[in-house]
């Protein structure tokens, strides 16, 4: 194309581009449906004026065993796609077969199992084994779409945009082939092609893309152990679709960089960058300019033909990019994710050939690794403990908007401040999710596949993981929420592959710490990790996160490289095993016929390799709190021992704090409905694990240690508490008060204090409660805890560590709570509207002289008796003592009713 002609229609025409990097806030970016759909992209004009024009409505999609035409004819409108599959993209092809019923839900029970394709055995990873040959998603599929585009498009550079293709594709347009598969190869990468001259503006066109599932040599996606993987292995287009135009020289990946001047962070150093890329087959000169808020700054830049290259603005060159008394942005818990807007235009003789405008935040975040050989991150020069929870798509990889902010909800709630991405690098909408909650997201490559057989590469295989870290690490170094990068999984790459990653990350300025792997195992590029992966990930007793020290490590055999999995360190991925959800989840997961005693089905729902069943986690509970003689009974002691299992793990390291650093729950949720591994289950129920973790994770929280049977004052808000007054109290099964003390205290900022060793208090029943409230100067309960424990101490088997447990060689005996009386609740409710959102205010009283023990609150619809959910629930599964009386909340959207009123259903332990 000609630049100065170009110029000369655009001025004529008065036209302004946007990028195809302009980005919405998230109150306009999450507008999508509650089901991931979004508005039809027939109204293209008004998509377009926001910079994309979406190709998601109207797709067809069939395999080719069922075709006999080729690309150059399908991608013509004169082709009849007769009998293929309406579809909307993003979806893998799975997804949409399910989507569209010709596949049943494959998420109950075991139907997965019937699936044409799914041979592989049951608790394997199918991405390291072949897909059969006579598999339906052995051939490729093909994916069309039929759309018109603008007239005005018609002197413009037009970019087709895939953001991810699983795993090979070719490409045409209207009869033309504009990629293959040697080139649209690799799951994490993202491609924009020109297709200027293969498409006609004001008419119709139609796109073909042909796609091809990755095999087990293929640097693609695994869910390695936490759930079954779909027979397709998730081919397709599972990441948005889109046109975007521009003229000749497109602006690509914007960021600002931010370097504090520490200690006061009373100034901040800029260095602004993005890519800028030239269509034309000219040279062209033109000018870069930026704006940030009141701040601009320019400079000339020189392309040769069709030339790609980053240009950047530092603050030596550009001393306004120098900022005083920044508005610096914080994860949620430390302030508030303050973000400023970037605009970034190219001009040429001056017109606007591209524009972009995105956001980011002025913070800085760095690590160092500690005495005791631990990394500890800092945040702006604030300390910072990691805890944070494993995340992970659905087994389909199918999006869901509302959905997403609903999880998000949940994270905060619970009060993490962290999500772990393990090689699924999530969409756009995430990280800017991410960005405007103030949550830090831990991202890398994936274990268990091929992306760790490095022996087997061949030079293929080492460009498209060049490629797929330069186009991750594009896309990502402008989010502030992103806290780091690790480069490995279960094991740091070899020193030539280490060595071409840090290359691509420098030269890329990204900005952030970068860490060779998720383990303990050093490496001879970067030497010691800082962290460990040591588990564990089946039951452990709540006491293993304490009793385990590195002075005790050094004295047994280590579980892993770093130690075994106590309250020391980074611990990257670790929990205390299944989650068994509520009864309503079960039931929901493996139906009615398989509800009771623990099946195949069962089994089925739990994970892969050394988690096929729940043996562990269903012995222990046997031994603990008796054998369960019906689901009913099962589901209620799973949520006891979850509770207090989840509980002790985030306890343990935020008492630590700091020689441990960081701990990431594994996992926070589910690909699928599961009965292991997750603080709220796939249909978004929180239970024990989820309010353990919330306990455990409130701002001013007093602890009690299970290894010394000290109570500690632990504070993670980043301003002192002074006045406060914490009292501690012993009772009996009976409830009879067997030992009180009062201590007054204050709470530095981010701190963890020891307050006083619980002495040997005699007459106790084989099961007693410690109660700790914490009040603050008016009186006001800032604080509190409630531990069930026993006369008979559990201890641990260290010994017989292995990677993913440790035994427990004696139990707790909590079997004497069955003794517990009978105790009806006196309950009051009310239901409030603010907003969107519905309110339900719970008020419960402890009359009688018996404790209400474990209760659990539910909303429901009076109509039909579900449960409302999601839901964000002040506390539950809480108990009352004597006399006791709780206002408690639940908060959730009114459209949830669907019309019928709330009800709540109040039930517990020993609550009638």
């Known amino acids: 194309m000609n630049c100065r002609s170009w110029v000369l229609n655009s001025l004529a025409a008065f036209v ?165 598969s040697d080139d649209v190869a690799g799951a994490w990468r993202t491609y924009e092609l020109n297709v200027t001259g293969a498409l006609t503006a004001g008419a119709e066109n139609v796109l073909a893309v042909q796609v091809y599932a990755p095999t087990e040599n293929n640097l693609a996606i695994t869910f390695v152990d936490w759930s079954p993987a779909p027979p397709d292995k998730n081919m397709g287009l599972f990441r948005e679709v889109y046109l975007t135009t521009s003229g000749p020289v497109a602006v ?53 033909a069709n030339e790609s290259k980053d240009v950047s603005f530092t603050p030596d060159q550009f001393p306004q990019l120098i900022f005083s008394k920044p508005r610096l942005w914080w994860p949620a818990q430390m302030g508030q994710p303050n973000l400023y807007p970037l605009t970034l235009e190219f001009e040429i003789d001056g017109a606007i050939s591209d524009r972009s405008q995105s956001e980011f935040g002025i913070r800085e975040i760095s690590s160092r690794i500690i005495e005791s050989g631990g990394r500890e991150f800092h945040i702006n020069g604030k300390n910072i403990l990691i805890r944070g ?28 401040n962290t999500i772990r991405l ?6 756009q909408e995430f990280f800017d999710l991410a960005d405007h909650e103030g949550i830090l997201v831990m991202a890398g490559w994936c274990c268990c596949d091929f992306w760790e057989r490095w022996p087997r590469w061949k030079p293929q295989d080492f460009e498209i993981a060049q490629q797929s870290l330069r186009d991750q690490i594009y896309r990502l170094r402008s989010h502030p929420s992103m806290v780091m990068w690790l ?29 060779s792997s998720a383990t303990g195992k050093a490496t001879s590029v970067t030497g010691q990790s800082g962290v460990k992966m040591t588990g564990p990930y089946e039951y452990v007793a709540p006491s293993y996160w304490e009793d385990d020290t590195p002075k005790g490590q050094a004295e047994r055999r280590a579980c892993n490289a770093g130690g075994c999995g106590g309250a020391y360190g980074f611990n990257t991925e670790t929990s205390m ?114 309010f353990g973790a919330k ?92 531990y069930w424990l026993s006369t008979k101490r559990e201890t641990i088997d260290w010994a017989k560590s292995t990677w993913w447990t440790t035994p427990t060689d004696s139990f707790a005996d909590y079997t004497a709570l069955a003794q517990l009386p009978k105790v009806k609740l006196n309950v009051n409710e009310r239901t409030e509207q603010s907003g969107e959102n519905s309110i339900t205010h719970v008020l419960l009283q402890n009359s ?18 579900a449960e409302v959910l999601p839901v964000l629930w002040q506390d539950n599964y809480i108990s009352l003592l004597p006399g006791e009386r709780r206002e408690i909340t639940a908060t959730y959207r009114t459209s949830d009713l669907a019309g019928a009123k709330p009800i709540v259903e109040v039930s517990g332990w020993n609550v009638e």
């Open 695 to 786: 306990r455990a994770m409130e701002a001013l929280h007093p602890i009690y240690g299970y290894d010394d049977q000290s109570v500690w004052l632990v504070s993670s808000q980043y301003q002192d508490a002074k006045g406060l007054k914490l009292t501690t109290k012993l009772y009996n099964l009976d409830a009879t008060e067997k030992f009180s003390h009062e201590d007054s205290l204050n709470a530095l900022a981010d701190s963890s204090a020891k307050v006083f060793t619980v002495p040997e208090v005699p007459g106790l029943s084989a099961v007693y409660f410690l109660a700790l409230r914490l009040t603050d100067q008016e009186g006001k309960l800032v604080g509190s805890n409630f």
């Open 252 to 304: 690509r990946y914007p960021a600002a960089v931010s370097k504090l001047d520490s200690p006061r962070n009373d100034s901040a150093q800029l260095t602004v960058t993005a890519q800028v890329k030239n269509s034309s087959a000219h040279p062209v000169t033109g000018k870069l300019k930026g704006k940030i808020e009141g701040t601009a700054f320019e400079q000339q830049v020189e392309l040769g």
């Open 16 to 180: 302004i581009v946007f990028s195809s990097l302009l980005w919405a806030a998230p109150h306009s970016a999450l507008s999508a449906q509650a089901d991931g759909t979004a508005s039809s992209d027939r109204s293209s004009d008004q998509h377009n004026q926001a910079g994309k024009f979406p190709l998601r409505d109207h797709w067809t999609l069939q395999s080719s065993a069922r075709i006999n035409a080729k690309g150059e004819t399908i991608s013509t409108p004169s082709f009849a796609p007769d009998g293929w599959h309406d579809i909307t993209v993003p979806t893998t092809v799975v997804a949409a077969l399910v989507k569209d019923k010709s596949l049943p839900d494959p998420f109950f029970a075991m139907n997965l199992r019937q699936f044409e394709g799914v041979t592989y055995p049951i608790g394997g990873n199918f991405s390291n084994l072949p897909m059969q040959p006579d598999s339906p998603y052995a051939v490729s599929w093909w994916y069309r779409k039929q759309f018109a585009v603008p007239a005005s498009y018609a002197g413009k550079t037009v970019w087709l945009n895939f953001k991810g293709i699983n795993y090979r594709a070719n490409v045409w347009l209207n009869g033309k082939q504009i990629a293959n």
């Open 577 to 690: 095993g299944p989650a068994v959800p509520p009864l309503e989840s079960i039931r929901t997961m493996v139906g009615n016929n398989h509800l009771w005693p623990i099946d195949e089905v069962w089994n089925y729902h739990a994970g892969g390799g050394e988690f096929k069943n729940i043996k562990v986690f269903s012995d222990a509970l046997a031994k603990r709190y008796g054998a369960a003689n019906t689901v009913e009974d099962f589901a209620e002691k799973s949520q006891l021992q979850t509770y207090e299992g989840v509980r002790a793990m985030f306890e343990a390291y935020s008492r630590n704090k700091y020689q441990s650093t960081g701990v990431i729950q594994w996992m926070l949720n589910n690909a699928w409905p599961s009965m292991i591994w997750h603080l709220y289950d796939y249909y978004l129920r929180p239970a024990g694990g989820y």
């Open 848 to 865: 009688t002289k018996n404790l209400a023990f474990f209760v659990r609150l539910k909303v429901k619809k009076v109509a039909t008796g």
């Open 422 to 427: 393990e090689g699924k690098l999530e969409s």
């Open 389 to 416: 929870g494993g995340w992970t798509p659905d087994m389909m990889l199918r999006e869901n908007s509302q959905r997403l902010r609903d999880e998000f909800r949940y994270v905060r709630d619970m009060g993490l």
């Open 487 to 515: 480069n490995g999984s279960d094991n740091p790459p070899p020193p030539d592959v280490e060595q071409m990653y840090l290359n691509i990350e420098k030269q890329l300025l990204w900005p952030n710490p970068v860490i």
